[in-house]
């Protein structure tokens, strides 16, 4: 997959979760670990900017096991970058790069996908953060800023020289945000003609649309994003999958309902009462997605404000 051999022993998996802000903290991590032994986890972004001014905070916070993690930085100023490189490599096995969000704060900062319309500035920020660290460096983006941009065969050979040794990207255009469906056929071109391991993102959402993203778009691995909210097992499932060829069923509500209290009970735990319920409200209509009643139930859940009340109303789920 690499000839790094750094690179070879973080990725044993064709599983990475991918960055999500405000969704893949410490908690969801660890809850994605406690299944998946092996693929690699990535932390929210974390901004370079913030990291100059800001040291520290739960946005850090690891465990042993979480190896192997990627902590991703954005920015578009090589020196701040190099700066936050050299202030996460003790925390992380991989420092990556944000060149693919798309939300509009981050693109007028010439942070995220802007990058994609300066590739020269996007090197230079490869270059940076290997000065900085001693960690593989990756990094994600997406095919383009438009339509009419679909530059990202080009420009993942451009990061690849200038020191990229992993790259993740996801199937759509900036302009799609996160409407319309990942392109899978086309990151096949892109894995053609980099030497670089290449993960698919977009739209891998079960083990049977991870195995059509690989077969479409030819990459090592699937990167999953959205897929994993109400579901912490969906990466160990598609991993067990692609090593025994076995599809393991979904978690029943029962499992799901536990995970869910365990994911609020850990956030509390992390953020303290208030913040941690306020914090997990985003969660609850994805992991009671399909049962009966489930709008009904997520508007309770969603204004409810004690702890008590909150696992009472879970618990009448099965009555």
């Not at 991703?72 to 420092?95: C, N, R, V, W």
Request: hydrophobic share 40%; charged share 25%.
């Amino acid at each position: 997959m690499s000839n790094n051999p750094i690179v070879q022993t973080l990725i044993q998996s064709k599983v990475s979760l991918a960055p999500m802000a405000g969704i893949t903290d410490y908690v969801l991590r660890s809850l994605v670990r406690k299944y998946s032994k092996s693929c690699l986890l990535t932390t929210e972004m974390i901004s370079s900017e913030f990291l100059a001014q800001v040291k520290g905070g739960d946005i850090l916070k690891r465990d042993e096991n979480h190896s192997p993690i990627s902590y991703q930085i954005s920015g578009h100023k090589p020196h701040l970058m190099k700066a936050a490189a050299e202030y996460l490599t003790p925390f992380a096995d991989m420092i990556d790069i944000n060149m693919g969000c798309p939300v509009n704060k981050v693109v007028k900062g010439q942070d995220g996908c802007a990058l994609m319309r300066n590739a020269s500035l996007a090197a230079d920020l490869v270059k940076a953060v290997k000065d900085g660290t001693n960690k593989p460096v990756s990094v994600k983006f997406r095919l383009g800023y438009t339509f009419d941009e679909l530059n990202f065969v080009d420009f993942g050979q451009k990061m690849q020289e200038a020191g990229a040794e992993f790259i993740t990207i996801h199937g759509r255009t900036r302009s799609q945000m996160y409407s319309g469906h990942a392109d899978w056929k086309l990151i096949k071109k892109l894995k053609e003609n980099v030497d670089v391991p290449v993960f698919a993102n977009g739209d891998v959402t079960s083990t049977e649309t991870a195995i059509e993203c690989l077969e479409q778009s030819g990459a090592d691995g699937v990167a999953i994003g959205r897929g994993v909210l109400g579901d912490p097992t969906l990466l160990y499932r598609i991993e067990h999958y692609l090593h025994t060829g076995v599809k393991l069923p979904i978690p029943p509500l029962e499992e799901r309902i536990e995970m869910l209290k365990q994911h609020l009970n850990e956030e509390i735990k992390l953020r303290g009462e208030n913040i941690g319920i306020k914090f997990c409200r985003k969660f609850y209509p994805y992991y009671i997605a399909g049962i009966k009643n489930a709008a009904k139930i997520r508007s309770i859940l969603v204004t409810e404000e004690k702890y008590d009340n909150i696992i009472k109303t879970l618990d009448l789920l099965f009555v």
